[in-house]
């Protein structure tokens, strides 16, 4: 990546009174992300690194495994730049696992353990993965495409490899009866066979990660919603990391935060874990989240910090087992638009439940490392994303050119800064488009986003380009719509995606789920039209409205609108 250049075009954005006494610009570590680790193993050894079902392990004793997994790996000839898949929910073998092959100088290739068969091969394939790191879950869809892929060793993980005996014992006798596991061979063992293998490996083992290497593969939609390998090196993820302790502030060594979000998604990895990790915080793995059971999560753990997605802080404020939560006090939502509707909604609880926390929403895409960009302490403004964090440059231009566009109108959001991606893997034309090098010689990220910018430098994110409705000329930005309809006071969340139409090509339909207790009616449905005609252009207006007691979400949480959007083509196919 390009040097810095301190004459880029900056807008008059608050950095000192967003952030307190904080930079523009932070100095940033060279080496790799399992150096951050160890750095602060130094200094707070017998801190708690995780808490995984109540088993506490501290920094010392985390960096004691992570060493034993490198010499492991190492023993079955992982060598510096070769790609593991881990294919893992939140467990400690995961992230043991992670920054062993991070110590090593090889490439940690993240993959969800639900994804399909012919998925899995392909994340293998295109990672040229010479190890497979799986949980036992996933083994029979690995199993049958293991040969067709240049994966060398599997290693399987048993999901009570590391639950406390009694609970281990207990989902052996319920759940995991119905788990079909492997023979031991040469070239599959579970867990702690491989681990007992460290013992083979007698050369010295030292941390090789330099900051342009490669450390991690995660995937996404890319530019063209084909799910392309985002390559991120040791630079880009400590970074990410850095720049968001210091915006967030108020992280102290020793708090507790929930690691709900996945560790095959860039917010659970770089955020939820290193970030956290890095601080000298606790993350307390969840590899399932149960919403229903949030109420006996937080009275177990008494979490500091919770950090989701939407949907998780929409399941925390329907619960109605939560009393008090006086021990938060930082409140991260990303991944997804947070509504100013849900905004209010999810300040108002955590007023009545003893805290005085507000939620701060960050935005970022897999491609920036996760978040590049968050609302400052105590400066919320309605409908902004935040301002850019420390070293991150952000510029609002007319799609797919550099030419700038005047505070408050709306143009494609790019981002520069060290965070962004190396690119594509395998993907020379993708990463073309959407890395490209300006006249000011910086690398910009071209994200596919709409946005403004206004003079302070809060950055106002509006929609996807490609999620965007065109009805009869007009562009319709389902957020906006979206806004409106939650501002209504029966409606919980709602999801707004374009339908065909034999006129105006499209036209809006919103998905709504009703508060609880609050039943759908004509009457109802009536009230929400009128609250939705007093504050949007008629072109904007739902043209069909829809009661549903869910929306359908994607595997990290979100909403998945394109399920939406599938159903309705479906229905005029039929």
């Given at each position: ?193 491989f681990i007992s293998e460290s013992s083979s490996y007698r050369e010295e083992l030292k941390s090789i990660g330099g900051k342009d290497d490669y450390a991690a593969i995660l995937y996404s939609g890319g530019t063209t919603g084909i799910s392309k390998g985002i390559v991120l090196s040791n630079y880009n993820l400590n ?110 609880f955590f007023r009545e439940h003893g805290t005085d926390t507000e939620v701060r929403e960050g935005y970022g895409l897999t491609e920036s490392s996760g978040a590049s960009c968050l609302m400052p302490v105590n400066k919320y403004k309605e409908g902004s994303i935040g301002v850019p964090m420390p070293n991150m440059y ?181």
């Amino acid at each position: 990546m390009k040097k810095k250049d301190k004459k880029v075009n900056k807008p008059a954005t608050p950095w000192e009174t967003s952030y307190g006494n904080a930079l523009l610009e932070i100095e940033l570590p060279e080496g790799s992300l399992y150096d951050e680790i160890e750095r602060t193993a130094k200094k707070y050894p017998n801190y708690i690194a995780y808490n995984y079902f109540n088993t506490k392990v501290t920094f010392n004793k985390f960096i004691k495994d992570i060493k034993k997994c490198a010499r492991s790996l190492k023993a079955y000839g992982v060598e510096s730049g070769d790609a593991v898949t881990i294919c893992m929910p939140n467990t400690p073998e995961a992230i043991t696992a992670f920054y062993a092959i991070n110590m090593i100088g090889a490439v940690a290739n993240m993959i969800h353990p639900l994804s399909a068969e012919n998925e899995i091969k392909d994340y293998l394939n295109v990672s040229n993965s010479t190890m497979l790191i799986t949980i036992d879950l996933a083994w029979t869809k690995v199993e049958n495409i293991l040969k067709e892929t240049t994966v060398q060793n599997t290693v399987v993980v048993s999901v009570k490899e590391s639950m406390p005996m009694l609970l281990g014992i207990g989902y052996q006798l319920t759940k995991g009866l119905k788990v079909k596991r492997p023979k031991s061979s040469e070239s599959v063992m579970f867990w702690k066979e491989f681990i007992s293998e460290s013992s083979s490996y007698r050369e010295e083992l030292k941390s090789i990660g330099g900051k342009d290497d490669y450390a991690a593969i995660l995937y996404s939609g890319g530019t063209t919603g084909i799910s392309k390998g985002i390559v991120l090196s040791n630079y880009n993820l400590n970074a990410s990391a850095l720049q968001s302790l210091e915006a967030c502030q108020v992280l102290t060594p020793g708090d507790i935060s929930l690691a709900i979000l996945p560790i095959f998604h860039c917010f659970g990895l770089g955020i939820c874990i290193h970030a956290i990790l890095t601080k000298g915080v606790t993350a307390v793995l969840i590899p399932q989240f149960v919403a229903k059971d949030f109420h006996k999560l937080l009275k177990s753990v008494k979490p500091n910090v919770i950090i989701g997605v939407p949907t998780l802080f929409e399941a925390l404020i329907s619960n109605k087992n939560i009393d008090d939560i006086s021990y938060l006090k930082l409140a991260i939502s990303g991944g997804d638009t947070l509504t100013p509707s849900l905004k209010y909604k999810i300040d108002d609880f955590f007023r009545e439940h003893g805290t005085d926390t507000e939620v701060r929403e960050g935005y970022g895409l897999t491609e920036s490392s996760g978040a590049s960009c968050l609302m400052p302490v105590n400066k919320y403004k309605e409908g902004s994303i935040g301002v850019p964090m420390p070293n991150m440059y952000y510029k609002i231009v007319s799609p797919n050119t550099e030419d700038e566009m005047p505070y408050g109108e709306e143009g494609e959001i790019i981002i520069s800064g060290p965070s962004i991606m190396l690119g594509y893997l395998n993907e020379e034309v993708e990463t073309n488009q959407t890395l490209r090098i300006h006249s000011d010689n910086r690398i910009w990220l071209h994200t596919g986003d709409v946005g403004t910018m206004d003079e302070e430098g809060y950055i106002f994110f509006t929609q996807r380009i490609k999620r965007m409705i065109v009805s009869s000329g007009y562009n319709v930005y389902p957020g906006q719509v979206e806004n409106i309809i939650n501002s209504h006071e029966s409606v919980l969340t709602s999801t707004v995606v374009g339908i065909p139409h034999p006129y105006k090509h499209q036209v809006a339909k919103a998905f709504i789920v009703l508060k609880e207790g609050v039943e759908p009616t004509k009457v109802l449905e009536k009230s929400i039209r009128d609250h939705c005609a007093k504050s949007l252009a008629k072109f904007s207006l739902p043209y069909e409205y829809e009661f549903r007691e869910s929306l359908p979400k994607t595997l990290i949480g979100k909403v998945a609108y394109t399920k939406l959007i599938e159903e309705e083509l479906n229905k005029e196919k039929e």
